[in-house]
Nanobody, 125 residues
């Protein structure tokens, strides 16, 4: 079982920036899909972003496109979520996710094998 550990969450004012990190315990993530989901209190867990290690494509939630960027350092087995121009609506627990298939269009919870424990992001107004 691959372990994913997130870090970098915290409190930030609206308009600010924050970068989340996620490090995997697997030998490699180079061919994996790696991504991020988030869940606000009382809300459904929703897809945020993914990078596909096989196709090299990315997907984003429409409401974060242009503000968030996903990147990865495969040598360090780490994936990042760079968040700019944060809004109060971005407040949520953010979860790092991974799947051994690096292909497809993976925007659903059940399409990912590996999940981190989550890191809290709070955006104040």
């Amino acid at each position: 079982q691959v372990q994913l550990v997130e870090s970098g969450g915290g409190l930030v004012q609206a308009g600010g920036s924050l970068t989340l990190s996620c490090t995997a315990s697997s030998r490699t993530i180079s061919k994996y899909t790696m991504g991020w989901f988030r869940q606000a209190p009382g809300k459904e867990r929703e897809f945020v972003a993914a990078h596909y290690g096989g196709s090299h494509r990315t997907d984003y939630l429409y409401s974060v496109e242009g503000r968030f960027g996903i990147s990865r350092d495969d040598a360090q087995k780490t994936v990042y979520l760079h968040m700019d121009n944060l809004k109060p609506e971005d407040t949520a627990v953010y979860y790092c996710v991974g799947d051994s298939s690096g292909w497809g269009h993976k925007t659903r919870v059940n399409e990912y094998q590996f999940w981190g424990q989550g890191t809290q992001v709070t955006v104040s107004s």
